[in-house]
């Protein structure tokens, strides 16, 4: 019986040794919620964007969104990023990595969305860029498919620019060269249709037995 009260004490006096463990098991661990974006009033300052909260505070690395519905990002020093007129023209824009994706950014500061032509470096030949419409950050399956319905013209191999205009909807205006283009042998004339933000040029074959048009090159607006 002594025994037996021993042995129960000694479990007891266990459980209560291993309680306070079982308490530190249980610790939650909290992750920190992603940057969210707020609402900002925007001051313009030398050719600068800044966003200020409600509380009249200035917003840095985070997205901002004015009451009319741009949306920016604004950096550690709380300018927005935006693209350089000088550097890229009135329709080129400015490519940043935040959060692991790519955005674009006009000269205006406002996130692009759709098809547009820039780069992720001053050393990278501009490219087209698809952008999602609802998040901003580029779509890497869409970019893959629309480079391809735009790919550059060779004579091994002619690109039908049907997709991609198709893809690009309605022009603004389309200009036809006088003479002959310097593609295909001479036997065309290029083609150059501009929309809202991208220049489309093709060349349009001529001459007995000739077919569609094909892609020349995509640039951003001139």
Same mark, same amino acid.
């Given at each position: ?7 129960? %004490? +000694? ?20 992750? %920190?919620?992603? #940057?969210? /974006?707020?609402? +900002?009033?925007?001051?313009?300052? /030398? ?12 917003? /840095?690395?985070?997205? @901002?969104? /004015? ?11 709380? %300018?927005?990023?935006? %693209? ?24 205006? @500061? ?6 547009? +032509?820039?780069?992720? *470096? ?10 999602? #419409? ?68 093709? +060349?349009? #074959? ?10 020349? *090159? ?5």
């Amino acid at each position: 019986m002594k025994k037996t009260k021993r042995f129960l %004490a +000694v479990v007891l006096c266990m459980l209560l040794m291993l309680t306070p463990l079982a308490v530190v098991a249980e610790t939650v661990t909290v992750q %920190a919620a992603g #940057p969210q /974006t707020v609402k +900002v009033k925007l001051d313009k300052k /030398t050719g600068k964007r800044y966003g200020y909260d409600k509380n009249n505070q200035k917003v /840095t690395q985070q997205w @901002g969104v /004015t009451a009319k519905g741009f949306r920016y990002y604004f950096g550690k020093n709380g %300018a927005a990023y935006q %693209a350089d007129q000088d550097m890229v023209g009135k329709y080129g824009i400015l490519m940043k990595k935040i959060n692991g994706k790519y955005y674009g950014f006009d000269v205006s @500061g406002h996130t692009v969305k759709g098809i547009r +032509v820039g780069s992720v *470096s001053m050393y990278e030949i501009p490219k087209l860029y698809y952008f999602n #419409p609802k998040t901003g950050a580029v779509d890497k399956k869409k970019t893959s498919l629309y480079r391809k319905y735009a790919a550059t013209s060779t004579l091994a191999k002619q690109n039908n620019a049907s997709k991609i205009k198709k893809i690009l909807g309605k022009y603004k205006k389309c200009t036809i060269s006088k003479g002959n283009t310097c593609m295909l042998d001479g036997n065309g004339k290029d083609v150059t249709y501009t929309y809202d933000y991208v220049q489309l040029n093709v +060349v349009r #074959p001529t001459g007995k037995g000739s077919s569609a048009e094909v892609v020349a *090159s995509i640039t951003a607006r001139q």
